[in-house]
Structures are given as C-alpha cells and as structure tokens.
C-alpha cells in the first residue's frame, strides 16, 4: 500500500506564486481577542509549569478561519517537549496542544465547506493553510520556530483556513472513535509512508509507537518488531497487534537482539521517540552546554541496525543541531532516510 515518493505539484503554478506575492495567501498569527467573553486555557509558564488560566476568547481574524468549541483534548508526546522546556523558543503563557475534537462556534466570510454551528469537526496537528509551502504554515501551541501559534486546549480555539484544516466527522461516529485522526493515527500512517513498508518487509519501531506498528501490518509487513522498555506499553502492544515482537532494550542491547532475531537487520526502522532523550554522558554535556540540540544516538542506532540499503523513517520530532552522527555508516550501507511532520490531510479520508 506504500504510495512512494509524492508527486512534484504544478511547478508552473508554484513558479507563479513566487513571481506574483499577492496571489499568497495570507494569515494573521495573533487572533483577535473578545475582552467580554472568558475561556479557560492551558498555558506553558516555564519548565514543567503548566496552569490553567483564564483569558479572553479568540474571535474569528480572517476572513478563512473558523472557530471552534473545544469537547475533547488529547495531550501529544511532542506537548512533553514543551512542558519539560527542551524545545526551544516557547513563550511564557503560550497556550498548548494540537489535538482536539470540537463543534462550529462560529466562522469567516470565506469558509464554505465548514457547516454552521454544531457541526462536529476534528482540527490536524499542523495548521498548514499553505500553497507550494509558503510562509503562512505553522505548528499549533508550540514555539517561535513553528509560527507561534496559540494551542488548542483551550475551551475555544481559533483555526485558520477552515475549509483546509478542519475535518466533518460522520454523524453516526463518536469522538473516542476519531479523536486519533487529529494527530497520532496520521504520523503513524506517515512512518510507513516515509519508510516505504511493502509486502514482506520486517520493521523495527522505537518507542512509543504501538500504531506504527499495527499500521505496518496493513502496508504488508511479514514482521513487525517494537523496541521499548516500558513493560507496560510492551504488554499492552503485544496483546491488540497479532504476531508483534518486542525487545526491551533494559534487558538486551537493540543491536544484538535484531541481529539475532533478523540476522542482516530489519529492512525498515522507523524513529518515532523524541529528541531530548540521550544516553551517554558526553550527549548530556553537549545539550546542557548548548553545543547540541538533539543528541545523535538514537539516529545512530538505526543506521546500525538497518540492513544494508534499507529505510529509515523518523517522525519523532528533533529541534535543531546534532554532534557524532555517523554520516559514513549511513553512506557506506547505502540507506535512505525520509522525515517530516505529517501532512496530516492528506490522510484524514482515507483512515476515516
């Protein structure tokens, strides 16, 4: 099921908008605010400081935003980066979150295939709104580097190009049902797509990826192994994904137990954990002093265990520059390494 690489676009029309600046879209980050009206938001006040304050209501800013009733918040892994301060650029107060289910409260002039209030929508992980990506693009409730847009757990939320980046869900689905499709289905369907899994192939997956995983058996996969050394998260993935092999790296180094278990290594490995976590003293010291952002051995250890022309996927976000990245390894094995945030509608049919 693996699509492979996507298409270029219309070059022609890419080559227009950057010739003609009118015809870009535009956005305005900072919503307009209703002084009279209150809502509750989460908000980042520091490093492992999150409160719940009160603030005024985002309004409708452009003429494409829609904005909605918050009813159901999902709290990501990547809202882990910002709460234990290892992403850089978050401001103090910002709001978090970008995974919500919600309800029309109200809408621009210019969105047309959002309904009226009440209709049921779920908002994607990226507020992308962009064409040929240009600069109106950003990533909801979290830093400077990603547009500086506010987040969604909030009890209303404003979302820009309504009609891009909201979802009608069907009337006869529940939002536990859904929910998922804002953010985390997606990027697993996006790990398989990045890493091109096809009929036959053996996949390696880092914590904390049990969807990865279940995913991969719908593009083919012969076998699918998760590494992890939560118990509980083993237990829990071995018990819904039929056939799933585990190794638990506190018992048993990654390396060796996928030579052992797959003798020339898995043909895809998909990296799917966050960036801050290091286990080596030097990595500790880099990123303490600020001459790394992201420590290199996770990457590392998926160019050594691949096999030799294998893929590596990563959806797990990093930040910035990483030190002692085996380049040769990568180059020698002759792999192929695809990563990104998920172009989340560009799936949302599919896995509705």
Request: glycine share 10%; aromatic share 6%.
């Amino acid at each position: 099921m693996a699509s492979g690489l996507p298409p270029a676009g219309n070059v022609g029309a890419l080559e227009d908008t950057r010739k003609d600046k009118s015809s870009q879209p535009h956005v305005t980050i900072s919503p307009k605010l209703d002084s009279n009206h209150k809502m509750l938001a989460a908000e980042r006040h520091g490093a492992k400081n999150i409160k719940v304050n009160e603030r005024p209501r985002v309004l409708v800013t452009d003429p494409d935003d829609v904005v909605l009733k918050d009813t159901f918040i999902c709290i990501c892994c990547s809202d882990l980066h910002i709460y234990v301060g290892a992403m850089p650029g978050m401001r103090s107060g910002r709001s978090l979150g970008h995974e919500f289910m919600s309800v029309v409260e109200s809408k621009g002039p210019n969105v047309k295939s959002v309904k009226d209030s009440g209709c049921d929508t779920t908002n994607n992980s990226e507020v992308e709104g962009m064409l040929y990506g240009l600069n109106t693009g950003g990533f909801r409730g979290y830093t400077a580097l990603t547009g500086g847009w506010e987040g969604g757990q909030a009890e209303y939320a404003r979302v820009p190009f309504g009609d891009v980046n909201l979802l009608k869900v069907p009337d006869n689905m529940t939002d536990d049902q859904v929910v998922l499709l804002s953010d985390i289905l997606p990027t697993a369907w996006h790990a398989n797509e990045l890493g091109f899994v096809g009929e036959g192939n053996v996949v390696a997956i880092g914590a904390p990826a049990r969807w990865a995983g279940r995913l991969c058996q719908a593009y083919g996969a012969a076998r699918v192994i998760i590494v992890d050394n939560v118990v509980y998260r083993l237990a829990y993935a071995q018990a819904n994904i039929p056939g799933l092999e585990v190794i638990n790296f506190s018992k048993e180094k990654t390396l060796d137990a996928l030579k052992r278990m797959t003798e020339l290594g898995p043909d895809v490995c998909i990296q799917a954990v966050g960036f801050h976590y290091c286990n080596t003293l030097m990595s500790r010291v880099q990123m303490a002093l600020k001459l790394e952002n992201d420590p290199s051995e996770m990457l590392n250890e998926l160019i050594f265990s691949c096999r030799k022309a294998g893929r590596i996927s990563i959806v797990g976000a990093y930040s910035g520059y990483t030190n002692g990245l085996n380049i040769g390894a990568f180059r020698e094995k002759g792999l192929c390494m695809l990563a990104g945030q998920t172009p989340v509608q560009k799936y949302w049919k599919t896995l509705l």
